[in-house]
């Protein structure tokens, strides 16, 4: 298995631009999450789905940020506009949720760069 | 809610030396505890968890952990360290009912000196 495929690995914008970062879990995952992490606060989650539905989206720091998941396979969460507060690594992760605990496996990360 | 206290954000060690981390965490429900592990460039990889049974887990590549439910504390330890344990180290908890809410620590930067 490929693991949790991120993309873009690095993103450079400038303040005001929309930016967009792409995730595809693991095959047969049906959780899906989105974290970000900053010097300043650390490891956060943002949002997590379940089956495409969103579940818990109380970390979303703000209406500029907006995730979706449209099929099991691809998730998208969108910057609109960008502000360089929101330079940061942002992982995406996924898991079978059986009812269980079960392992979040993490992607490589997007590194978001805004001018 | 659940809070997590990495009390060291930089841990330097000789190689060979042993090291401890510290993780302390706040909850008013019991918890699950894990220590999550992050090499330059990439994401972050399980390396050892806590839901029930002993206290003290035990990773593949020497680490263990044990929790104190008295003192909530999760400590991460290992006797010998290597070059290749250079790393960051998240530990984190989560809910029992809702575990899939990970909260995790600032983080730890252990650096292994020749």
């Known amino acids: 298995d490929a693991g949790v495929i991120q993309s873009p690995r690095h993103e450079v914008t400038e303040m005001g631009q929309e930016v967009t970062l792409r995730c595809k879990p693991i095959?047969?995952?049906?959780?899906l999450f989105w974290y970000r992490q900053t010097m300043m606060r650390g490891l956060e989650l943002l949002i997590y789905?379940?089956?495409?539905?969103?579940?818990?989206d109380s970390g979303m720091p703000e209406d500029r940020f907006s995730a979706k998941m449209p099929n099991a396979s691809f998730s998208t969460l969108k910057i609109q506009p960008s502000e360089p507060r929101d330079s940061a690594v942002y992982f995406c992760?996924?898991?079978?949720?059986?009812?269980?605990?079960?392992?979040?496996?993490f992607g490589p990360g997007t590194r978001l760069t805004v001018l | 809610a659940q809070s997590v206290t990495q009390l060291d954000s930089q841990v330097p060690v000789f190689e060979e030396a042993p090291v401890e981390l510290r993780c302390n965490y706040s909850?008013?429900?019991?918890?699950?505890l894990f220590w999550y592990v992050q090499y330059p460039n990439q994401g972050l990889q399980l390396l050892l968890k806590?839901?029930?049974?002993?206290?003290l887990v035990k990773s593949i590549n020497g680490f263990e952990a044990e929790f104190n439910k008295s003192q909530t504390s999760f400590h991460l330890r290992k006797p010998s360290v290597h070059i290749s344990d250079t790393a960051e180290y998240f530990c984190?908890?989560?809910?029992?009912?809702?575990?899939?809410?990970?909260?995790f620590g600032q983080g730890t930067r252990l650096t292994i000196n020749p």
């Open positions: 806590y839901l029930s049974g002993s206290t």
């Open positions: 992760a996924s898991n079978q949720d059986s009812g269980e605990y079960n392992e979040q496996f």
């Open positions: 909850s008013s429900v019991s918890v699950y």
């Open positions: 789905f379940n089956n495409n539905v969103p579940i818990d």
């Open positions: 984190a908890v989560s809910k029992i009912q809702g575990a899939q809410k990970l909260v």
């Open positions: 095959s047969g995952h049906n959780s």
